[in-house]
C-alpha cells in the first residue's frame, strides 16, 4: 500500500540534494564533496561524521535549505498560498510528495560535477562522472522519479547548475521536465509554474530574465544554508570564461541585507555569508566613481553592521578580486579588524592575529601568461593594466597576506590556444609567490567552455590524459604548495611521499598517462626540484622582476588618481586630485 501523506501532500515541493543543503562544518564540506569521487566519501565521514544529521521545523520541513531555494519559495508566495508550498530535505520528499502534488521543483548548483574545478579532482581519481555531490544529486532525481505519484506532476529544475542537465541531455535518465536557466523572481518562471500546476506540457528548456534593477530582487526571511545572503549579482570585469558576469552589475540595498541577516538569525542560524562575485563593488555600482575604486566607508559599514548583529557569531567571505587590494590597502586593513574575530578559519602556521584566525575568499588567478589573460580576461586587473597582471596578483597577495587574508585562487589550466610558454609563464608566477613567502591556496581547474558564456565554443583540454608535462607540473606544484602549512609537522611530509607514489602505484599511473609521472614524483618529495630539475624533468620557474605597489600606480591614466586615497601611501606625483570622501571631509566644518 502507498504511503500516502495525511494532508494529500504539498502542491509545490522544493528540495536541493542533500550535500548542497546542508549547513555543516563550513563551506570546505561541500566543496570537497563537488570535488571527490565518490568512492573516497569514507574520508568525510570519518572527518565530519554528523554531516548527514539535518534540522527540521516542527512540519518537518527543512529548517535551512539553499539561498536559491529559498528565492523559489519567496518568488512563489507572491502568487500561491505559503501552505500550498513546502522546502525540505531529499529524505523527508515522501511526507510531502501526494496525490495533491503538482510540481516537485530542484534546485541544483553542481548536479553533475562537470563544472571546472570539480570535474578535473575526480577525474584525476578516476571517475570523472560522480562526485560525492553528483551521487547524492542523483539519488535525489531516483527518489523523485520512483514517486508512485510522478505522473501527478512535473519536476522543474533551476540553480546554477541546471545547465549541466542540458549539456548531459539528461532529462529523461533524471526525470526532469523542464531546466529553468536564470532567476525564480522573472514572471516567465511564474508563468512555467501555472503551467505546470494546470498539468500543461512544458518546454524541455526555459531561459528567464534576470531583473534589471536592485527592486526586481527578493530576499529570504527564512534560514539559508551557511547564511547565504546575497550582497551583488554581476561583476563588470567581463572575463570571457564567466557565468555570473553575463548577469546586470547591481549592488542590493543595505536594509533588505540587514533584514535577511536577522531573519537568519531569527531562524537560528549564526553564521553569515554574503554572497557576490566581488564583494569590492558594493557600494559602487552606477556611481560617479568607477566601480573598481572600492567604497571604503560603505563596505566598512555594511560589514560591521553584519558582524555585530547580535546573533551573528560567524562569518565567511565569499568571492572577490585581487586589484583592490591593490587600490586600497587600508580598506582591506579595516576589513580584517573587522572580520577576522567572526571567522570560523583558522591557520595556525600562517596567520599572525592572537587566536590565528585568517580570512579566505575565493579569488580568481587563472593565469600568469600576459598573453592568455589579454585574451580571456583583459579586464580582470582594472584600474591597473592587464599588461601589469603579474605584478598585480603579486602585489595583491602581499597585501592580503599582511592583514591575515590567505585567499584561495583559481587557475585555469589548458585554455583554449595555451601554449608550453603560456604555462611556464603561470609556473613563473607561481614559483615566484613561493619565493617571496607569500601564501594562497592555488586550486587549478582545467578549462571547461561553460554554457552561455563567450567562450562555450571552444574546446581546451578534456582528459587529465592530454594534460602536457608542463600543465600537470604547474597542477602538481599548486598542490605541493597548498600542503606547505600541513608539512610544518615531523610526519606531514613522510606521509606525503608514501601516500601519492603508493596512489600512483595503485591507480594513477594508467589513469593519467606518462606525463604525470615527474610532476607527481615532485609533489610527493621524494625527489628534489633541483635534481628533477637538474633531470631535465620539471621546468622550475624563473624570478619574476614585477613592479611594486608605487610603480603599479604611478602607471595608472592621470584621469584614474582623483579616486586614490591618500592614506594608502605610494600616491603618483604631479597634480594630485583627492578623492572625493576627503574632499568632503576638507569641505565639512
Ligand atoms: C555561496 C556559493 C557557494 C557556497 C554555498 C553553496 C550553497 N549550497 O549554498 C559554497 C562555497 C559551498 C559553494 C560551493 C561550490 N560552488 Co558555488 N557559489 C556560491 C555563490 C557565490 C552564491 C550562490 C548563491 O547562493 N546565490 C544566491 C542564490 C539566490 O542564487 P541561485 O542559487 O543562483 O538561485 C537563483 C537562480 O539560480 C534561480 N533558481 C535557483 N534554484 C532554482 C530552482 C528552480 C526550480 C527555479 C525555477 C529557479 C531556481 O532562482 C534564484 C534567484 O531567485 C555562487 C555565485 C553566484 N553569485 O551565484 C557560486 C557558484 C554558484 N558556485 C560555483 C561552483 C563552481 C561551486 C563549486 C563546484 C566549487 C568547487 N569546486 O568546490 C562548489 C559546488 C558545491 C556543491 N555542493 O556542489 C559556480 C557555479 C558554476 C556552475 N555550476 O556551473 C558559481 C556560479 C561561482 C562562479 N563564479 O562560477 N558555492
Ligand atoms: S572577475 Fe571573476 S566574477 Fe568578474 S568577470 Fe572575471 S571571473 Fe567573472
Redesign the pocket.
Known sequence: MMNEPPDGGRMIVLTAPL???IDHAG?FI??A???LPIWMEGIINRKYPKWRDVEHNEDGSARYM????R??EK?LQREYRSDDIVACFPDDLPKFIGPRTRVV???T??PLGV????GVYTSIFGSSKMPI?SHYSRQLFGQIKASPYRENFKV??????G??IIQTDTYDELSVDCV?E????SVE?LELFRKAILGEELPRRVEVKHPLDREGI?FPDTRT??G?V?MT?GCGRRCKF???DLNPQIDLPKEKIMEAVRANVRNGNKQI?L???DMFIWGQVHTDTPFYFPNREALVDLYSDIVNTPGVEQHVL??CTIAPAVVDPLLIKQLSDLLLPTSPIHFPYLSSHPEKKALAPLIGLETGSVRMAKQIMSSKGVPFSIEDWPSVVLEGLRVLNENNWFPAMTLIVGNPGETDDDVRDTIDLVYEIERRGLFAFLIPSIFTP?HDTRMEKETGVTQTKQLTPLQWQLMMKCWKMNLRPGQYSWWGPTAWRVGSVGMWLYKLRRLNGPNFTWPLLMFSGALSENTLQRMGKIYRGKPLKTKNRAELLASLKPKDWQYLRADNGDMPTGGYVPHPAEQAMTASP
Open positions: 550535500t548542497e543543503a563551506y561541500q566543496m564533496m563537488a570535488s539553499p539561498a536559491g531555494v528565492l523559489v518568488s521543483a530542484v534546485s548548483h553542481n563544472t571546472f574545478a570539480a555531490n522543474i529544475v533551476g540553480g546554477s547548475g545547465w549541466q529553468v536564470g532567476r525564480s523572481e518562471t527578493l544554508t551557511f547565504v546575497e549579482t564567466c557565468v555570473p555569508s554572497a557576490t562575485e565569499s568571492h561553460l
